[in-house]
């Protein structure tokens, strides 16, 4: 299997797991008397043969991460982390920023003034 089939195949499953959560929490509590709309525990039991399959597919990315290398010599997985670390500290940036930029409305002149 390609990693191109492989990611989709994550996605899928991924959704997948997401469907089967949002059916299993409508079913999960019933009216006394009632009998729920879906088996409960089939739906477990789906939710179990999907997580198994997102496993092996994980493995299988991240095998193949590690073991494929860029131009530049790193390996994907090392392109991967910088990724994420470079997404996180712009989410702090942008997070300062709009904080900094938001107006303070003050009532009158005598109340505290903040500056960035």
Wanted: proline residues 3%.
């Amino acid at each position: 299997m390609k990693l191109a089939e492989a990611l989709v195949e994550r996605k899928a499953a991924q959704q997948q797991l997401a469907e089967l959560n949002e059916r299993l929490q409508r079913v999960a509590v019933v009216q006394e008397g009632d009998r729920p709309a879906e088996e409960p525990a089939a739906l477990l039991a789906e939710v179990g043969a999907v997580a198994e399959r997102l496993e092996g597919l994980i493995l299988a990315i991240n095998r193949t991460n590690s073991q494929a290398d860029l131009a530049d010599g790193r390996s994907i997985t090392a392109a991967i982390a910088r990724r994420d670390v470079l997404r996180m500290r712009q989410g702090v940036l942008d997070a300062l920023l709009r904080s900094v930029g938001s107006p303070q409305y003050r009532a009158r002149g005598a109340e505290i003034k903040f500056v960035p």
